[in-house]
């Protein structure tokens, strides 16, 4: 079982913290799980030529998003984690999520029923205003076809401590780490 988890922060900051957490659990159960970070990559905007993409069923683009394509095909399941941005995933996540239309045009849908998703915002605010943006994600996932298991809405500090993992430490969040580990083990590895 491949999972790949995807970082759409552009900082080094609770998202992060988050997915590294997921993939060191995930470590610990001897499942593969690649982290890829999207503010270390390059992934352009889509620009909307829908005439390429729908003739030739890939992106005329060829950056980054290549590589993560081919790794999103290749896996059984995902976690997605976005910081929230006035209700919406920051730039650098949409650009990778609008870029994903591919998979759309092709009609990979059915290919993509097969594997599973969770999806995480986190944000300063309470969870239930953090909801829109998760929703927003999981929106994405549904409409490529992903079998969302699991969504979370986490509230967490806006200003980074020194130590970055705050959103796993704070008391606001007691028993999050549980949480997490029981959605990732019941649901997005679990084998039905
Ligand atoms: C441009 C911008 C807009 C933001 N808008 C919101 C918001 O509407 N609601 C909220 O709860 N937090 C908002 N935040 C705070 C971030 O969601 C918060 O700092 C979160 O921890 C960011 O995730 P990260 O640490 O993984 O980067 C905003 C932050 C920025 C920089």
């Known amino acids: 079982?491949?999972?790949?988890?995807?970082c759409g922060?552009?900082?080094?900051?609770?998202?992060?913290?988050?997915?590294?957490?997921?993939?060191?659990?995930?470590?610990e159960k001897g499942i593969e799980n690649e982290v890829i970070l999207l503010r270390k990559r390059n992934v352009g905007h889509c620009k909307g030529?829908?005439?390429?993409?729908?003739?030739?069923?890939?992106?005329?683009?060829?950056?980054?998003?290549?590589e993560i394509m081919e790794k999103m095909?290749?896996?059984?399941?995902?976690?997605?984690?976005s910081p929230n941005y006035f209700g919406m995933p920051p730039g650098i996540f949409k650009n990778f999520m609008d870029r994903c239309s591919v998979f759309f045009t092709a009609n990979k849908q059915n290919e993509f029923s097969k594997k599973k998703a969770i999806v995480m915002c986190v944000g300063a605010d309470e969870p239930k205003y953090i909801d829109r943006c998760t929703n927003n994600v999981v929106h994405f996932c549904e409409t490529l076809g992903m079998k969302v298991v699991g969504k979370k809405s986490i509230r967490s500090k806006?200003?980074?401590?020194?130590?970055?993992?705050?959103?796993?430490?704070?008391?606001?969040?007691?028993?999050?780490?549980?949480e997490i580990e029981d959605l990732v083990n019941s649901h997005l590895t679990a084998l039905s």
Do not use: W
């Not at 079982?1 to 995807?6: C, Q, R, V």
């Not at 729908?54 to 980054?64: A, F, I, R």
């Not at 980074?160 to 705050?166: E, G, P």
């Open 1 to 6: 079982m491949k999972i790949l988890s995807i």
């Open 9 to 27: 922060s552009p900082r080094k900051g609770n998202s992060e913290t988050l997915v590294l957490f997921i993939q060191s659990f995930l470590k």
């Open 49 to 66: 030529c829908v005439e390429y993409c729908n003739k030739n069923l890939e992106c005329q683009q060829k950056d980054d998003m290549v």
């Open 73 to 81: 095909e290749a896996a059984d399941g995902f976690v997605f984690v």
């Open 158 to 178: 806006s200003e980074l401590q020194n130590d970055y993992n705050y959103v796993l430490e704070t008391p606001h969040n007691k028993g999050l780490k549980e």
